[in-house]
Nanobody, 126 residues
Framework: QVQLVESGGGLVQAGGSLRLSCAASGRTFSIYAMGWFRQAPGKEREFVAAISYGGSSTYYGDSVKGRFTISRDNAKNTVYLQMNSLKPEDTAVYYC???????????????????WGQGTQVTVSS
């Protein structure tokens, strides 16, 4: 059974940086695409970024392009989200997601076919 544990959230001032981590266990990490989503109060869960199982391909939501970077370390079973130039509108609970299908890279459907972590709160003050 897959387990995803996020860490690294917190309170940061606008313009600052944070790095989120997601440690995965329960199945072979290196054959599953990974992603990050976020959900602000009263809003739907929003796609942030995804990375292919080998790490060679990435895909970003328009609101974070150029500011956030997703990466993974398959030796450590961990995916990261480096967040720079943070804005108050980035405030949300950030969730790690792992595709439930191995060796697949279709970021557009990751939301509908993923296992989820419990989330980590990111708050950006103005």
């Amino acid at each position: 059974q897959v387990q995803l544990v996020e860490s690294g959230g917190g309170l940061v001032q606008a313009g600052g940086s944070l790095r989120l981590s997601c440690a995965a266990s329960g199945r072979t990490f290196s054959i599953y695409a990974m992603g990050w989503f976020r959900q602000a109060p009263g809003k739907e869960r929003e796609f942030v970024a995804a990375i292919s199982y080998g790490g060679s391909s990435t895909y970003y939501g328009d609101s974070v392009k150029g500011r956030f970077t997703i990466s993974r370390d398959n030796a450590k079973n961990t995916v990261y989200l480096q967040m720079n130039s943070l804005k108050p509108e980035d405030t949300a609970v950030y969730y790690c997601a792992q595709d439930n299908w191995p060796r697949r890279w279709i970021p557009a459907i990751l939301r509908d076919s993923a296992s989820w972590g419990q989330g980590t709160q990111v708050t950006v003050s103005s």
